[in-house]
């Protein structure tokens, strides 16, 4: 009778062992069935910079790789025509032109609220690791934050379990690499001080100085000279802390390898944004890229970026995880040649067009302001296409949601998976588009321009702006140049889409501010 007992009581115990060992087999199976995700965010990218796009005079084959095997949108905008309101529409999925958002500098606060929900939160809550490697730009800490202390709220606060970053843009001061919150290799013998209105007493400037700088400033990038470079704004001590301009790309890259590298031996996904800094100024290529493209440092400099995505590439196949990887590749505005400095960009351009067909540029209404590179690839799962589906970084948001399961949704964020996927042809019907706080409404193939005061052009960079006296429509599909003002031709349709558009901007975004390059 006993031994029968003792039977009976193995038999259970075993039968709940498995019953156990199942469910957090399943578990664990659910968790590693989701795809790692990495959003490839490169900055001031044009359409046209890519050879799947057009680009001639030089390759990108590795860029040409994900284009022509996964899908390639058309139709593939940025929120805005300038860095910072892009990148928090794309973590937030809200409008940026809501918040009056422009490009911030280096000493900014943090501007997402910590207790709003973001892209990589809701990656977090649905079991991924999150990680940002690269360009930040959307504020540190608070307005008088000490860079000589941990540096909080910032990425961390805000979804990302690990970040190693730039504060803001390479032609800016602080100069340093930021992880997790605290600058790197900082001498605390050597304090960093940072000011935006006023220089340090003693600290050469390029303006004052032009004879210790090794790249001449055109506008606006005159004050503390770092590595022979005047940047924005003022900055004193750190000296240990101070990056190398020429091996940027390489140091990030090779946190990115590693991160893919460690984390793909974990059951658990995860999610990387890799927020490249090309081909933003000051171009600073690497000398095994210098004088490759014949375009000058412009195009080195995306030369070596298409070349790190050559060895992202090579990474994920040496860790086996390309058929379970969602790569994302766009770009967080528009082109733009001379954006501060004299490097040849516009002496060296040739026939190159980095907008492609498109009219404008970086800060510009115009489609080149935020029409950008846009591409996903994932082996096995995504059929290689062109897709003309409209689409914009805003719905990463609430698109990735779906991918994995998640009911958060970001308020401005639609859900275009299936685009994505290259499963439809169907994207979002309409969008709102910023350029330094004036908008623009794109529906079906036509995008609406209200007038606007100010420059036509900013000749600073040579750029046109899109202020306008008068209304304009234009059918983007037929005329990419947007060359044909179809208002006159079509007062109804301006009617009914001006009526639309007034009605989603509700009392937002009713400011308008100049653009003001420094």
């Known amino acids: 009778m006993k031994h029968n007992i003792l039977i009976g009581l193995l038999i259970s115990f075993f039968a709940i062992g498995c019953k156990v060992a199942n469910e957090q087999s399943t578990g664990a199976t659910e968790t590693s069935s989701k795809p790692n995700i990495i959003f490839v965010y490169f900055d001031d990218l044009g359409y046209g910079d ?106 961390n606060e805000v979804g990302f379990d690990y970040s190693y970053i730039l504060a803001a843009t390479q032609d800016r001061v602080p100069t340093v690499y930021i992880e997790d919150g605290n600058v790197v290799n900082l001498d605390p013998n050597d304090p960093i001080e940072i000011d935006y209105k ?70 658990k996904p995860f999610f990387l944004a890799y927020t490249m800094q090309q081909p933003h100024v000051p171009r600073t290529p690497h000398p095994r890229f210098v004088g490759k493209s014949g375009k000058g440092p412009r195009g080195d400099v995306i030369m070596e970026a298409d070349w790190c995505i050559g060895e992202l590439m090579k990474t994920i196949r040496e860790a086996g995880i390309e058929e379970n990887t969602l790569i994302i590749v766009s770009s967080d505005n528009g082109p733009v040649l001379n954006d501060g400095y004299y490097d040849d960009a516009v002496e060296l351009n040739g026939d190159h067009k980095p907008a492609g067909p498109y009219r404008g540029g970086k800060y510009s209404l115009f489609e080149a302001g935020t029409h950008v590179p ?68 794109r529906k079906g193939d036509f995008i609406l321009i209200p007038p606007y005061k100010g420059a036509k052009v900013n000749k600073q960079v040579n750029i046109e702006l899109g202020n306008l006296k008068h209304v304009a429509l234009f059918n983007v599909k037929e005329d990419p140049s947007q060359t044909k003002n179809l208002a006159k031709e079509n007062p109804e349709l301006v009617k009914e889409m001006m009526e639309e558009f007034l009605a989603k901007k509700g009392n937002y975004g009713r400011k308008i501010q100049q653009l003001e390059l420094k």
């Not at 000279?225 to 940047?231: D, E, L, Q, S, T």
């Not at 897709?387 to 994995?404: E, P, R």
């Open 50 to 155: 890519v050879s799947a796009n057009g680009a001639k005079d030089f390759q990108t084959p590795n860029l040409d790789g994900l284009a022509n095997g996964g899908v390639n949108f058309t139709n593939g905008y940025a929120s805005s025509a300038t860095c910072t309101p892009s990148r928090y529409a794309a973590f937030t999925g809200h409008y940026p032109w809501k918040k009056e958002l422009k490009i911030l500098p280096g000493t900014a606060p943090l501007i997402i609220d910590t207790a709003q929900v973001t892209m990589p939160k809701m990656l977090q809550e649905a079991g991924y690791n999150t990680a940002i490697i690269g360009k930040w730009h959307m504020g540190l800490g608070d307005a008088n934050k000490d860079w000589n202390k941990h540096i909080s709220p910032g990425p």
């Open 198 to 267: 006023n220089n340090f007493e003693g600290q050469p400037t390029g303006k004052d100085n032009p004879e210790l700088t090794t790249m001449k400033w055109h506008h606006g990038h005159n004050a503390t000279i770092i590595n022979g470079v005047p940047r924005i704004g003022y900055m004193k001590g750190g000296k240990s802390a101070i990056w190398s301009d020429v091996d940027m790309a390489d140091h990030f890259l090779d946190g990115v390898k590693s991160y893919i590298t460690e984390k793909s031996k974990e059951d």
């Open 374 to 441: 846009f591409f996903t690839y994932w082996k096995g799962t995504i059929e290689p296409g062109v897709s003309d589906a409209l689409v914009c970084q805003i719905d990463l948001f609430s698109s990735l949601a779906t991918l994995v399961g998640s009911d958060m949704r970001g308020p401005d964020s639609e859900d275009v998976m299936d685009a994505f996927l290259g499963k439809s042809t169907k994207g979002r019907e309409s969008l709102i588009l910023e350029a330094t706080t004036r908008t623009s409404y």
